[in-house]
Each structure stands twice: as structure tokens, then as C-alpha cells.
């Protein structure tokens, strides 16, 4: 369907290239960050754990931090998510991924969505930093979504991501289209599952706006 060279260029912009699994070591990161800087990747998605070190390996190069809030099971309280992504963009995060608490949406309790949400929100947008929401699509109805786009949509989150990759379903071409359908010009991140240099830019072609990868090499040199 694409050309090896289509979405190259594109491709290498659009990926956070990623590495969040718990025994992430010094070198590792290492070898992370220098791939963002050689390969021009949008930026670089880790543990809190290691923002510092990533800014000092970056040294002043263009790849963004990415760091994650409620990681990866999303039930942890509103108060503590609040100050985990205050602290994450305060050690120089540039961004930062927070995951919905999934069990207040699977129990219908929009109001604790809601305020979570916005607390967040409100808490990253304070620094001047932008913010994800991580649904964990495979885990919800389609009407469930819907309503977790809505409420996004009303408190101007800057994008919607499909999955941590830790839990079931990632990111597929039918969920991107139905995220892009239904966040009104909120911005679609695409993560979980994408290995490969074809099914990255089919995502891109269906309206993800950024591609979480820990497959970022294979996917530029394919």
C-alpha cells in the first residue's frame, strides 16, 4: 500500500521513541537517546525515573522528553496523579502521558473521570506542557470511549493515545479513525503493537498525529 519512502521522512518526526519497560538501564537509555538524536525522532519516551538523565544525554538536541504518569494500571488517586505529572514536568519533562483510571470508567463513574481529567489537565497546561490521555482502548466499549473523548475534548486535552502497550489490544488502523472521528481536533497518538515501517504509516494515514514505538530503528531502516 505505501512505497518504502513514502512516510519516511514523515515517519522519523512523528515517532516517540520509547522504553518503559521496569529494567531499563543507564545504558540503554543511553543508546535510546542517541538513536532520537541520530535518527531525528520527535522525541523520547521514559520512565520519571530517568527525565534528568535523558536531558543531560540529549545535551540540547531537538528529540522532546516524554515521561508517563499512572503508569501502566491508571488506578492510582486523582491527588497523587496530579502531583506525579507535576513533579515529572518540573524535572523537565516536556510532555507527559497520564493514563485514565480505567476502573472508574468501567463502573460509570463520570465524575471522578471528569475531575481527573481536568486536574491533570489543568496541572500541565499550568507549566505550559502538553498532555496525553491514555485510554487503553482494547480494555473499553466503543461507548466508552466516546464519552472519555468527549469529556477530553471539553477540558482541551492536546491528545488522545490508544494504549500503554502493557495491556490488551494496541494501537489498530479502526480505533486511529475512531478516535480521529470522535475528538473533535483533539491530537490522536498511536501506540502498542507498531513494529513495522508499513503499519506506522498506515496509522499516520488514518490520523495519528504521533506513533509510541520501541521499534523506532526497524521502522526507519525498513
Request: charged share 25%; glycine share 8%; aromatic share 6%.
Amino acid at each position: 500500500m505505501f512505497s518504502q519512502n513514502e512516510f519516511e521522512v514523515d515517519l522519523r518526526s512523528y515517532i516517540e521513541h520509547t522504553a518503559l519497560k521496569p529494567d531499563l538501564s543507564i545504558e540503554e537509555l543511553t543508546t535510546l537517546c542517541r538513536d532520537a538524536i541520530d535518527h531525528g525522532f520527535y522525541g523520547v519516551c521514559l520512565p520519571p525515573y530517568y527525565i534528568k538523565q535523558a536531558h543531560d544525554l540529549l545535551d540540547g538536541a531537538s528529540p522532546k522528553v516524554i515521561s508517563v504518569a499512572g503508569f501502566p494500571m491508571g488506578y492510582s488517586m486523582i491527588p497523587t496523579k496530579v502531583e506525579e505529572v507535576k513533579r515529572i514536568l518540573d524535572d523537565g519533562a516536556d510532555e507527559v502521558d497520564v493514563v485514565i483510571n480505567i476502573s472508574a470508567v468501567k463502573n460509570s463513574n463520570w465524575a471522578h473521570v471528569k475531575n481527573e481529567i481536568n486536574s491533570v489537565t489543568t496541572a500541565a497546561h499550568m507549566k505550559g506542557k502538553l498532555i496525553k490521555i491514555i485510554l487503553e482502548t482494547g480494555l473499553l466499549s466503543n461507548e466508552e470511549i466516546i464519552r472519555c473523548c468527549d469529556i477530553c475534548v471539553e477540558n482541551e486535552v492536546d491528545f488522545l493515545k490508544t494504549s500503554t502497550g502493557f495491556h490488551a489490544e494496541g494501537a489498530t488502523k479502526d480505533m486511529v479513525r475512531f478516535l480521529k472521528e470522535h475528538s473533535q481536533g483533539v491530537k490522536i497518538k498511536a501506540s502498542g503493537g507498531i513494529r513495522t515501517q508499513e503499519f506506522a504509516a498506515e496509522l499516520v494515514h488514518c490520523g495519528a498525529d504521533r506513533i509510541g514505538t520501541s521499534s523506532g530503528l526497524v521502522i526507519v531502516r525498513s
